[in-house]
């Protein structure tokens, strides 16, 4: 059960190293050989390597959570943060947090025009927040660092679900400690729903038709436990080199209709996915992260930086074999960061068996929701966001600063830049437009509602961004980098929604 997650960059690391030492000009050749090698194709080791992959184990899918009408009637979860175990490979069992069980959380399934209530149950024995990622609502709801709930505490949050339908998402958000409790195993799907999204023929029969795939790569030491190793060379965050999909290695998914949507989530620390197929067929984008596009979009691939959200539906013949793979990714960094960012690594990482005989499912329509065109002349101001590692704007997180207040509902335009090296920016409370990224109008995979998008670094991506009605005097919502080191390291920033004139 030994596995060495880093053996590809570490021999990467001694052929360049190799470059230095001028005694033999063979060595010089070969270090440069092996240099062009592994950074042309990237790590083709572990149990998602391309050829390698077995697909023995049943697609997991999570439960749906129960809920309940109170007397006010609100819509009422219950949920408990706890730790506990799984066994990832056969014969090792991994300590592990979950919600409601061992690992991973169900899946919170709600409608627009919902009130809802939460009660958290942290039984864990460290405090941790609970955040919904993508949700627009009070700050005070929000499961920011600011709403540690402590260990045998329970935290309510109430609010009402107004935003169109989408796949959202759950997960802490200690300060200091994301990467910690996320990696660990707290995190879970938020299905939102709404009158229109229903009435559109697109496979909507959860678990059947409908699948959500919470995508997290990880790594493990000789004890089996999960490990976060960041090599001094790598700027973005611990890789590994085993990817889970709804907690299960490689998995499989029997399919038995002729369509099939999935809602696929990058809840990895840091690590890039270029979603396709391994056949390389065609299929249609139709939502991402806050709800469906204007119009599905025909492609063969799409890039999900840690955070990000994708809905695609997938064509499927009878009896089709074919792979949801990871592909190489455009990070559109320098060579030896792209390449130590793990931009050069392809995985497989499920399997679609189609059965002999499927049932019809209509066509994705070509209209599935009226999206507003961006009006950048509505913003009241312009403001700059430069992400680093560490810091935003050259400050590193601060519980007690808050960094702008905005006036309720206001709309801004942000011009955001990421430093050298793979960044993304997540805001809370919020949905969001792409206006350009570097002067240059979006494709149809930013196109969309947006809480969360990668940067391209040192270039300015420009987002038009309509803010909270909320007014909370004193608790602010949170921006960050979702690469999630860096979030702990301190690259986040506070905004407060204050009163407008
Ligand atoms: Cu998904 Cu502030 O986080
Ligand atoms: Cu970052």
Known sequence: MRERDDDCETAMVRSRLALHKPRASGLILAGTGAFLAFGLSGCATGPNAPGHAEFRTPLPIPPLAESHLDVKGRRVFDLETRSGSREFRPGVRTPTWGINGNHLGPTLRMTRGDRVLIRLRNALTEATTMHWHGMELPAEMDGSPHQLVEPGEVWSPTWSVDQPAATLWYHPHPHGATEHHLYTGLAGFILVDDSQAETLSIPSTYGVDDIPLLVQDVAFDDNGALVRRKPWYNQVGPLGRTILVNGALTPFLEVTRDRIRLRLLNASIAR????????????????????????????????????????????????????????????????????????????????????????????????????????????????????????????????????????????????????????????????????????????????????????????????????????????????????????????????????GE
């Open 272 to 499: 890039v996915y270029n979603f396709g197929l391994s056949d390389d067929r065609e299929f249609d984008l139709v939502a991402t992260d806050g709800g469906l596009l204007a119009e599905p979009h025909r492609t063969r691939r799409i890039q999900l930086s840690p955070g990000e959200r994708a809905e695609i539906v997938i064509a499927v013949q009878p009896g089709d074999r074919v792979a949801l793979r990871s592909f190489p990714q455009e990070l559109r960094s320098d060579f030896a960061n792209n390449r130590f960012s793990g931009g050069r690594d392809t995985f497989e990482l499920m399997e679609l068996r189609a059965r002999d005989v499927l049932e019809p499912s209509p066509p994705v329509p070509n209209r599935l929701a009226s999206i507003p065109d961006p009006e950048p002349e509505e913003a009241e101001r312009t403001r700059h966001v430069r992400v680093s590692s560490r810091t935003i704007n050259g400050r590193a997180m601060d519980m007690a600063r808050v960094d702008a207040r905005i006036a309720a509902g206001t709309v801004e335009i942000w011009e955001v830049e990421g430093i050298a090296v793979p960044h993304n920016l997540h805001i809370h409370g919020v949905r969001f437009r792409v206006l350009d990224v570097d002067g240059v109008a979006p494709g149809p995979e930013l196109a969309g509602w947006k809480d969360t998008v990668y940067l391209d670094p040192d270039v300015v991506t420009r987002l038009l961004i309509r803010f909270p009605h909320h007014v909370s005097p004193d608790v602010p919502y949170m921006f960050h980098c979702h690469f999630l080191r860096h979030e702990d390291d301190g690259a986040m920033g506070q905004y407060l929604v204050v009163p």
